[in-house]
């Protein structure tokens, strides 16, 4: 059975992550979708709690896919999970030189291969940050973002007015 893991802080999942999932989906018998505890990023906007839940709402409808957390290296996630592979979506040439550096780095420690899929164009500008931004000053996400993360962001931001 091939496992694959799509790796992420999704914070929050948008239409373009759900994009990419769907669509590992399809060529996996059955997908991880491995959150990551402590994102470096940035402080982030949902808990982990929150951040599975709208997952889990959001993919209600792949059968073949599962929401878990992970933190420490990801490859070791991967082992410990049976993964074989993992999968990235590139949704621009600026994603590409991070990613294949992790990737390479992933298939040094590991032997465990990246696969990349493109983004579907109208999802190219789309990131959890920019989500954020827009939403955080009223603005409309809900052609980039599923209904109920839309709801949480108005209520979260609606919090701090
Ligand atoms: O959604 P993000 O924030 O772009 O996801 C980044 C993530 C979680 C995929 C990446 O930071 C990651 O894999 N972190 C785990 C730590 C790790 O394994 N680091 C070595 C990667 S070469």
Do not use: W
């Amino acid at each position: 059975m091939a496992t694959a893991l799509c790796p992420g802080s999704f914070d929050p999942v948008t239409y373009g992550h759900l994009d990419i999932i769907e669509r590992t989906a399809r060529h996996f018998d059955d997908v991880i979708v491995a959150v990551i505890r402590n994102p470096q990023k940035s402080q982030s906007l949902f808990t982990l709690e929150e951040r599975q839940e709208l997952l889990h709402e959001s993919l209600a409808h792949v059968p073949n896919v599962r929401i878990e957390f992970f933190k420490g290296l990801l490859v070791e996630f991967a082992k410990q999970h049976g993964a074989s592979s993992i999968v990235k979506g590139l949704r621009a040439i600026s994603d590409f030189d991070y990613e294949l550096q992790m990737a390479q780095m992933n298939q040094r420690l590991s032997g465990i291969d990246t696969f990349f899929i493109s983004t579907t164009p109208q999802h190219s500008f789309l990131s959890s940050s920019l989500v954020r931004e827009v939403a955080r000053f009223g603005g409309d996400v809900s052609s980039m973002v599923p209904p109920i993360v839309v709801e949480r962001l108005q209520g979260r931001f609606r919090e701090e007015v």
